[in-house]
């Protein structure tokens, strides 16, 4: 018996102590890293369809996906000729944004560097387009005299005499379609924002008529006459404290509503003359639509 | 005051949904960049953001409140007031020929960004 006791004890204390002991280091299999596989995307800094890629949705008016896309570039990309010229999509799209202050000093920053002409042209259209005479200047001054002309006539363009007298300083094979597109531009815009704000002063909800909507005008019609009527129905019952009340709305919404006749009579004509307006920005000012002469 | 009271009323078709994060790039920023412009539309978006039945409804990006809020910090109250009333005559106009239709959220909204200037 007690031997298979000695016997028990040593197998446990064999086991224990194989347990216990460091295994022997065994080296790793043998991993065979495979070779650099080239990526069938390629990179976006060096991919040459980025370019093309932005300026289509540029051209679609889709200004915050290209300032997202190009924000996306800035950050993995170091710089390069193509950067710049992605930077300057960026610019216009934020300029089209209304963002205006990062576009200006980016295009300020790029006026210095290889895009310098194609900056300078977008700076300068970004200047007179905001009627900053002076920086307009400034900036027209670095540019070739008959690019400077196309400028400037693009920024008079809702001013009849002014675009006819920078157009004229334009090249020939400018000149022409030029006027044309001008003429389609101005026949677009037939709506007067004036004359809608002045017919809804008369009759609240005529000027939405004349812009154009029904449904605002019906619901023009309906507040200012409700609120109008209540006022008047108050003070001839000598609600005096409470006439005031419902004639301070009434007010609101009848000054609301001139406001919001010329606004939809303007609206209607932006967005009747914007195609006149985007092929004439096209044919002035190409870089607007993202086609940039080689640095 | 009763103006900004009656504003508010007229705006509660819409109430974004405070209790969620913005969905989209414009609710984004021009919910973040003037969140606390305006008392009435925070005491407006706080009842908002506490009703469950309550959703955005507001058919323009921005939202009407937004824009209100943008136009008050960049404007003043008297002249976002009235440009308020516009706005919401504007979503009654809803119509491609007065401003750009857009898919944001899985619904069609009508853009109308904040101008620089404020005569319009």
Redesign the interface.
Known sequence: MRWWIALALLALLGQSSVAGADPDPVPPAAVAIPSPVPSPIPSPCEDAAVGPRLVTLLRA?RF?DVH?AVVGLRVLCAPSPALEAHRVLDDIALLR??D?AWALSDLQELSRGARAETANVVLAWAYAMDRDTDAARAVLARIPAPRAAAIAALAALDDRGGFASHAAKLPGELGAPASALAARYHAARRKHPAVAGILSALIPGAG?LY???V??AA??FVLNGLFIGATIELALDRRYVTAA?AG??AS??Y???I??AG??A???NE??SQPSRDALEDLLVPELTGSFPPP | M??RG??VLALAGCLPPLSTAPTN??DLRYRSAAPTADTTIRIYRWIGSRSSSVKSRCRMAPTDSEMFATRAQQCGGVTS??????R???E?????????PLRLDGRLRWVD????RCG?
């Open positions: 008016h915050a997202h944004l209304e205006r939405q812009a154009g909507s449904q605002a619901v023009t009340a301070t709305a609101v919404f000054v609301g509503g406001l919001n606004d939809l303007r609206r209607r967005l009747a | 009763l103006a009656l504003m790039v414009i007031v009235f440009w308020g009333v516009s919401v005559l504007l009654e106009a809803r119509d491609p020929r007065f401003a750009v960004l904040p101008d620089r319009r």
